[in-house]
């Protein structure tokens, strides 16, 4: 990348981009890089994922990435890479991206990937290259972390914080859209990452260090995360005292221009369910207390659960239907990450060893999550002979369920519905009916 320096910084587009970690996030961005024209070569640890992408195949469910995807590989501006293969030709990639996972270890954020994915390309940085974190990281991982990591092989290496905030389900659109949140300690770096994302088209917002824009990330999903626990903790309150949550909260919003409540109903992710605890951690390390933070995930966890309480008392033998197995349901996707399901099962096995359960995921059948439990293929086969029923997303794909419901279910199932999917009019009498809100 050739340079012109001082006051104004021009960087010339020929951009040779290397993406590490392919998942969700690595994927969509090196599609939609590879779609500007900009080679992109993706490297990820998973050898069966890189085989079936040089196929042209996907599990990721979004609106046209297969179609993209295949006709960036064929446009030969895409390429992807296992990372035991030779890699000598990263040395002709002038930007690195990072787009590794960052799980939580207990309550803590989980670094390894990123310090890995580092070690094994250090070698084929070069100095006036790129290196880009579009990872969620704690605030500071930036300096602290990767930045030694860089110095190791030059301290002119640029380093920018680019954090990816698409939404699951909608993010081949979105991308081309969201503004780019871009944040680096020096003009060069900054410049450097913003030639690189305005070149998809979007909106630009630059700040003025590495630390605001990990923190920027944070912000928006503790945002959404604060939210869905005020609802929820309403829900809660609303549910001890028998009134509906639904008519409270749409009675304040109703016309109402400050007020803006969500629905409450289970809310997690592979980001909400993390994001805040990072951004707690975040806190802790320059003596700072997150309490509303903290407090909002804790009502998030525990309340949805607590519905259920007083229903898996004792040990029966009964089917147990979970309706909606990803963590959300619109838009569709099949991803189990931080999905409320998986704590549901938990605590049913705990209540009721007893308990045969089986769930339905309308956009697909899962290869890998929930083999523990019967996954039916069909909402039909899913409904005959279920004793309870418990609607846990808000699939567009559940409609007509009364009529399903009063023709297959037990004449006396009990439906629990955290989204209000289900009309508990058109219910028979004998069954019971038991919503979130
Ligand atoms: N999923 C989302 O909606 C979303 C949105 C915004 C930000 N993020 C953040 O982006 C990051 C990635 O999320 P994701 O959903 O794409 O995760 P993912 O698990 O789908 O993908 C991560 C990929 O990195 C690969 N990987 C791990 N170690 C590697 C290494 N050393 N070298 C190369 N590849 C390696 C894994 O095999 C995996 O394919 C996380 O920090 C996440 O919090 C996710």
Not at 93 to 122: H, K, M, R
Not at 204 to 213: F, G, T, W
Request: net charge negative; with cysteine; charged share 20%.
């Amino acid at each position: 990348m050739s340079q012109l320096l001082k006051k104004d910084i021009k960087i010339e587009h020929n951009f040779k981009v290397c993406i590490l970690g392919v998942g969700f996030v690595g994927l969509t961005l090196a599609i939609a890089l590879a779609k500007r024209n900009i080679p992109v070569i993706g490297l990820d640890i998973n050898l069966e994922l890189i085989q079936s992408l040089n196929k042209g195949e996907t599990h990721v469910i979004e609106p046209n990435i297969e179609e993209f995807l295949q006709e960036t590989l064929q446009s030969g501006k895409l390429s992807f890479r296992h990372s035991s293969e030779d890699l000598s030709m990263l040395k002709s990639c002038n930007t690195f991206i990072l787009t590794v996972g960052t799980p939580l270890s207990g309550s803590e954020i989980s670094l390894g990937s990123i310090t890995n994915a580092l070690d094994q390309i250090i070698e084929y940085i070069s100095e006036d290259d790129l290196v880009i974190l579009r990872s969620t990281t704690s605030v500071g991982t930036a300096n602290e972390v990767v930045r030694p990591i860089l110095n190791k092989k030059s301290k002119s290496i640029s380093l920018a914080m680019c954090p990816e905030r698409t939404i699951e389900g909608n993010a081949m659109q979105e991308i081309f859209h969201l503004p780019q949140i871009i944040g680096a300690d020096d003009e060069i770096s900054l410049t450097k990452a913003t030639s690189l994302f305005e070149l998809l088209g979007t909106e630009i917002v630059k700040l003025s260090s590495l630390k605001s824009a990990e923190l920027a990330k944070l912000v928006n999903n503790t945002y959404r995360d604060l939210m869905f626990g005020f609802a929820n903790e309403i829900a809660a309150f609303c549910q001890k005292i028998k009134i509906p949550a639904s008519e409270v909260i749409h009675a304040a919003n109703y016309n109402y221009p400050r007020s803006n409540i969500s629905l409450p109903g289970p809310s997690g992710g592979p980001c909400l369910e993390k994001d805040p605890w990072i951004l707690v951690q975040s806190g802790k390390q320059y003596d700072v207390e997150l309490s509303i933070t903290k407090s909002a995930r804790q009502v998030n966890e525990n309340s949805v659960l607590n519905l259920l309480d007083p229903y898996f008392v004792s040990e029966l033998s009964e089917k147990v239907l979970l309706l909606g197995l990803s963590f959300k349901g619109t838009p569709e996707i099949l991803d189990a990450r931080g999905s409320f399901a998986k704590n549901v099962i938990d605590f049913i096995r705990y209540r009721n060893p007893l308990a045969e359960i089986t769930g339905y995921e309308p956009a697909g059948i899962f290869k890998y999550d929930f083999i523990d439990i019967v996954q039916s293929r069909s909402i039909q086969e899913a409904i005959s002979g279920a004793d309870k029923i418990l609607i846990l997303t808000n699939s567009l794909k559940f409609v007509d369920l009364e009529e399903l419901i009063n023709k297959l279910a037990d004449r006396n199932c009990l439906v629990i519905d955290y989204w209000q999917v289900a009309k508990p009019a058109l219910l028979s009498k004998e069954m019971r009916y038991l919503s979130w809100s």
